[in-house]
Structures are given as C-alpha cells and as structure tokens.
C-alpha cells in the first residue's frame, strides 16, 4: 500500500524559500507520476506541479513558473518541491500525489495522496 509523508511547509516571510519533501513508503517512487497541489481555505485544491516517473518531463502551473522546481530521487524514494521568492498568495496546504498511469494536472485523476504541510506566507 503507497504511503506518502509530505514535510518542510512553515511559516516564512515573502521572498523566503522552502523546500517541500514527499517521502513514499510500501512502494517503489518510479512507478509513479508524482504532483504536488495545494489548497487554500475556502480555494479547491489546485495543481501546482507535476514530474514524470523518471524525472524526465516536468510541468508547472501559470502562477508558480519560474519560482517553483519540482524534482524527484528514486533511489531515495522522495519528491522534492524548491519553492523561491514566495508570495503571500502562496499560502496554502500543500499535498503530493502519485499515480501509476496518470500523469498530468487533474487532482481527480491521482490515486494515492499524502496529509499535506501547511505553507505560511507574511507579507
């Protein structure tokens, strides 16, 4: 059964980093598309990012590009999320998931979810 451990949210000011780990357990990391999303207090759960199961292709959405990285160690069976130059807007839990056949944008389509961290940001 996959298991998936998200850590490294807090409470930081804006222009800070962070960066967020999603440790897998009970299965192997490369047999799955990994994604992070988040989701805000009354927001629905949005997508973030995306990384194929080699780490070859990666995805962003719009208001994260050039500010987020996503990466993933298979031998370590983590996923990794560098987030720089946070924003207030930024603020929100934030999830990892895993699927075996999907890869893409749609929280729906993901099977297998982590308990999220919480991302804080101050203006």
């Known amino acids: 059964q996959v298991q998936l451990v998200e850590s490294g949210g807090g409470l930081v000011q804006a222009g800070d980093s962070l960066r967020l780990s999603c440790a897998m357990s009970g299965r192997t990391l490369s047999r799955y598309a990994m994604g992070w999303f988040r989701q805000a207090p009354g927001n629905e759960r949005e997508f973030v990012s995306t990384v194929s199961w080699s780490g070859g292709s990666t995805y962003y959405a719009d208001s994260v590009k050039g500010r987020f990285t996503i990466s993933r160690d298979n031998a370590k069976n983590t996923v990794y999320l560098q987030m720089n130059n946070l924003k207030p807007e930024d603020t929100a839990v934030y999830y990892c998931?895993?699927?075996?056949?999907?890869w893409g944008t749609g929280p729906y389509e993901y099977d297998y979810w982590g308990q999220g961290t919480q991302v804080t940001v101050s203006s």
């Open positions: 998931a895993a699927d075996e056949t999907y």
